[in-house]
């Protein structure tokens, strides 16, 4: 099983960018993103059910991002618009192969490598 991320990289503050995290392997129950700053401890962003009917959303993230699945592509992503400088973070796609719409790291059984993103002007 390999979660393998994309689409990050330096916007300006009120932009957007779209994730991707491609899985390869198999459909997974649920999947979410989460996310890591700088001297701070990963923190949920985002989780999706496996038909994706059903999404839960950090306050911080609530409006402005929006978490989908397509599983013909085994393919999840994260629209994020509004963006802001403290959305600055390593963002990490994450695999649950048991349970779903869980929103503690310690669920997920497998995880991508990480792909930056930075608000900056």
């Known amino acids: 099983v390999q979660l393998v991320e994309s689409g990050g990289g330096l916007v300006q503050p009120g932009g957007s960018l779209r994730l991707s995290c491609a899985a390869s392997?198999?459909?997974?129950?649920?999947m979410g993103w989460f996310r890591q700053a700088p001297g701070k401890e990963r923190e949920f962003v985002a989780t999706?059910?496996?038909?994706?009917?059903?999404?839960y959303y950090a306050d911080s993230v609530k409006g402005r991002f929006t978490i989908s699945r397509d599983n013909a592509k085994n393919t999840m992503y994260l629209q994020m618009n509004s963006l802001k400088p403290e959305d600055t973070a390593v963002y990490y796609c994450?695999?649950?192969?048991?349970?779903?719409?869980?929103?503690?790291?310690?669920?997920?059984?497998?995880w991508g490598q990480g792909t930056q993103v930075t608000v900056s002007s």
């Open positions: 392997g198999r459909t997974f129950s649920g």
């Open positions: 999706i059910n496996r038909i994706g009917s059903s999404t």
């Open positions: 994450a695999a649950d192969s048991v349970g779903s719409l869980r929103r503690i790291a310690n669920y997920y059984d497998y």
